[in-house]
């Protein structure tokens, strides 16, 4: 037992390790997005398996009853292995790739990805579930133990707060990751060794029911391990780490080509390789660009100069580097603006880049600026008229990238648009046959773009180059009319000639690909708020990987709507008809005389618990939503990101605090509060989007209004967690039981919440249609609540 008189160190301890947990899953994230070239999959996966090693180690913990009679030994042990197994885990993380036989260059498909996340983060999230029912024994009180409960969800939840602030603010651009988990490891093991030993804590120190010796040798071993991690930060051990382990993780992902350069920005991870000559830009793992490559890019930049019939003013948003950027420069254009995100990007090169590139960004009609391309069509470009916009973004692999192509997007380019100016894009594709992913995939970027513009053209190739305008005329096909114009600007390039217009767009090849897509009847429209490019760019991703979805995702995305919200019906129907049956076997006990009293309880505490599991479900869901939305109006969110996720452990915290405040009142009726609750999150989650949609035509207060959202979904899904508690433990009072059967409960629907939204839910059916099944789950919840405590009051 906790020692009343100086409880302020056990609950930083708690603190702690909300606070290391959250830094802990932070850099997991950054490291599998290097490793497995991630995109949105990767975090589902990332955070879907951090959600299910929480809920088992809390279901295991609660289960350890023999254990709970030394919490305190065993609440410092956990602790202590936990900071160590956080550095086998980046490091293994890093050799994933060659542990598993991945090829160069090769995609993991979704059910290995998903089975290394869950192999790799299940150790360390697995403890910290684990520690969950003990930090909650260590902290109780003569008091209500659902308060003490809440109590420990308040203060991690809090020190979850301080950790996704610290990183984002000042680790992260300051430390590597092994210094980072160094830093952290001494801090944790000095705090321990004040807990425990008696020089610092009176005779005993704090936990006085463990006897005189274990938090004794305890604290020595942290103090240990404390002076021994000072000492190799002064030797520089965690440097040579930090580099050992990079050069592994570079090794399985290009080992012929050399390691030039590596830097960490505040939006990506950058590796500059070089080989023969040429230099490759891996961007999170992934390869970006090469440079020099003038004969490809120079093939791209004459294709989208003479789109137009007298460009002046330019707008190049994405990669300028290799060459296109000084071969749109051969044209008598007055001003060429270039939008690069990462300024850490255009720095780590310039080292490597051809005279040629420098010549080219230092020329006086460039303009550059370091922000997102969408954020600055939306609000910088406000002034400034373009004839061409050139979108050369990658794939539309992820939700971020997917941005740019659609219809939102395409409008917000209108604006910026002179009379007769056109919008240059593209996507990967197939040359000679168009199948059914494929031709879903590049036709809806055909579809979305006709939704905006009334004269849409695609090219043929392994890249489909789309370009849009507003007036007949301007765009064209027609190989005389583009060697015309190349002709009239005078252009002297070394990398190209007019006569490669007839190689690039073969009219046979050019009628086939606008045969394809214009026959196709069930093309859908990419918008901001039903990101469906994404979701079949992920089809084509487990194709090509050899995956076992594909059908599935087909299946998903044929159903449709309703089947969700069917699914929904049958279980919630399926649910109330087991109820009612066990009631009338309960009542047939009765009338035999059979014991079988802990039947409604029982029944009562499950459902309340699949209600805690919805709400954890419904919070992680929200919380996704929001950053989508963030994203869509704002750009990229990688520096915001900490803001918005420590304004949601906020609001977690402030819930947790008015359930506690509460729940300490007196006497209440908590199960209909509960039922209360979940009738509301539902009405919450269907006036979600339309809130979020009148929020985004304000760019102004959109970021204020999109914060508190976040707060507010916070506080809802805190709320709860006490309650639940106080409900499980009305009839049996063992605090680490309810603490580890509630929170793993919890991470439970959040697990599942975390790999169903980000990848099936939102790209597939739209925000709108995602907050709508949210809210039937909660409305269904409600509903099974009240059910039950009738058939309790029934039963009684």
Same mark, same amino acid.
């Given at each position: 037992?906790?020692? *009343? ?59 350890? *009853? ?137 005779? +005993? ?43 592994? %993780? ?87 603006? +270039? ?180 026959? %196709? ?12 490019? +994404? ?262």
């Amino acid at each position: 037992m906790l020692n *009343k008189t100086v409880p302020f160190k056990i609950a930083l301890c708690i603190a702690a390790i909300g606070c290391y947990s959250t830094i802990a899953q932070v850099m997991m994230m950054r490291e599998f997005l290097n490793v497995f070239y991630g995109s949105e999959l990767c975090l589902g996966a990332i955070f879907g398996a951090w959600f299910l090693g929480i809920a088992i180690g809390a279901y295991a913990g609660a289960r350890m *009853k023999r254990a709970t009679r030394h919490a305190g030994a065993v609440f410092v042990i956990v602790l202590l292995v936990m900071c160590l197994v956080l550095p086998a885990q980046v490091f293994l993380a890093r050799c994933a790739r060659g542990f598993f036989g991945v090829g160069i260059g090769e995609y993991v498909s979704i059910l290995p990805l998903l089975f290394t996340s869950a192999g790799m983060l299940f150790p360390f999230s697995f403890l910290i579930g684990f520690i969950f029912p003990f930090s909650s024994k260590i902290i109780s009180s003569d008091g209500d133990a659902a308060v003490d409960v809440g109590l420990v969800y308040i203060i991690e939840s809090l020190g979850s707060l301080a950790g996704g602030l610290v990183f984002s603010f000042f680790l992260v651009s300051r430390f590597h990751p092994f210094e980072i988990i160094t830093l952290l490891n001494i801090n944790i093991f000095i705090l321990l060794a004040f807990l425990l030993l008696p020089s610092f804590n009176g005779k +005993y120190g704090y936990f006085s029911g463990e006897g005189r010796h274990v938090p004794n040798i305890l604290g020595w071993i942290s103090l240990g391990l404390a002076s021994t991690l000072a000492a190799t930060w002064l030797f520089a051990i965690p440097d040579k780490i930090e580099g050992w382990s990079t050069k592994i %993780r570079w090794n399985t992902l290009s080992p012929h080509v050399e390691l030039a350069a590596s830097a960490d920005s505040k939006y990506q991870h950058i590796d500059v390789g070089k080989q023969a000559g040429q230099y490759n830009v891996y961007l999170n793992g992934q390869y970006s660009i090469a440079f020099p490559n003038e004969y490809e890019y120079a093939q791209i930049a004459h294709l989208v100069m003479t789109q137009h019939p007298s460009p002046k003013q330019v707008l190049l948003i994405g990669n300028g580097l290799g060459g296109i950027l000084s071969e749109m420069l051969l044209y008598p254009i007055d001003a060429l603006d +270039y939008v690069e995100l990462d300024h850490a990007l255009l720095q780590l090169c310039g080292n490597y880049l051809s005279t040629q590139d420098k010549q080219s960004l230092a020329d006086k009609r460039v303009k550059i600026f370091y922000q997102d391309g969408r954020y600055y069509v939306k609000n910088v470009a406000k002034d400034r008229q373009y004839d061409i916009v050139l979108v050369n973004a990658p794939d539309p692999s992820t939700a971020f990238l997917n941005r740019f192509y659609t219809k939102e997007f395409f409008r917000e380019i209108q604006g910026v648009l002179r009379p007769g100016g056109i919008v240059a894009t593209s996507v990967s594709s197939a040359v000679t046959y168009i199948g059914k992913d494929v031709g879903s995939y590049t036709g809806s970027l055909y579809r979305t773009l006709h939704e905006t513009f009334p004269h849409v053209l695609v090219t043929p190739g392994q890249t489909n180059f789309y370009f849009a305008s507003n007036k007949d005329g301007v765009i064209t096909l027609n190989v005389e009319t583009l060697m015309e114009r190349y002709r009239k600007s005078r252009v002297a390039s070394a990398y190209f000639t007019e006569h490669l217009f007839y190689t690039l767009l073969q009219p046979e090849q050019a009628a086939f690909i606008e045969k394809q897509l214009s026959q %196709r009847k069930d093309l859908i429209v990419n918008t901001d708020t039903m990101p469906v490019t +994404y979701f079949l760019n992920l089809i084509i991703y487990d194709a090509l990987t050899g995956g076992r979805f594909n059908n599935l995702f087909h299946r998903l995305q044929d159903a449709g709507f309703t089947w969700f919200l069917l699914t929904v019906a049958f279980a919630l129907a399926g649910r109330i008809l087991y109820l009612f049956i066990r009631q009338r076997i309960h009542r047939y006990c009765i009338a035999s005389n059979k014991n079988d009293s802990a039947y409604s309880t029982n029944q009562i505490k499950t459902n309340c618990l699949i209600a805690l599991a919805i709400t954890g479900f419904t919070g992680i869901a929200l919380e996704i939503l929001l950053l989508f939305a963030f994203q869509n109006i704002y750009g990229y969110l990688y520096e915001r990101m900490g803001v918005i996720v420590a304004v949601f452990m906020v609001g977690l915290a402030l819930g947790g605090y008015v359930a506690n405040r509460k729940i300490q009142k007196g006497r209440a009726s908590w199960i209909p509060i509960l039922a209360i609750m979940e009738g509301v999150i539902g009405c919450y989650a269907l006036a979600l989007p339309w809130v979020i949609h009148a929020l985004s035509s304000h760019s102004i207060t959109a970021g204020a209004g999109l914060i508190c959202l976040t707060g507010i979904t916070g506080t809802l899904t805190g709320i709860e967690f006490p309650l639940v508690n106080k409900i499980f433990m009305h009839h049996r009072k063992d605090i680490a039981l309810s603490a580890g059967v509630t929170n793993g409960a919890d991470h439970a629907g959040a697990f599942l919440g975390a790999i169903l939204t980000g990848v099936i839910l939102l790209p597939l059916l739209g925000m709108a249609k995602t907050c709508i099944i949210l809210a039937v789950l909660n409305f269904a919840c409600m509903a099974l609540i009240i059910f039950s405590r009738r058939l309790a009051k029934d039963t009684g």
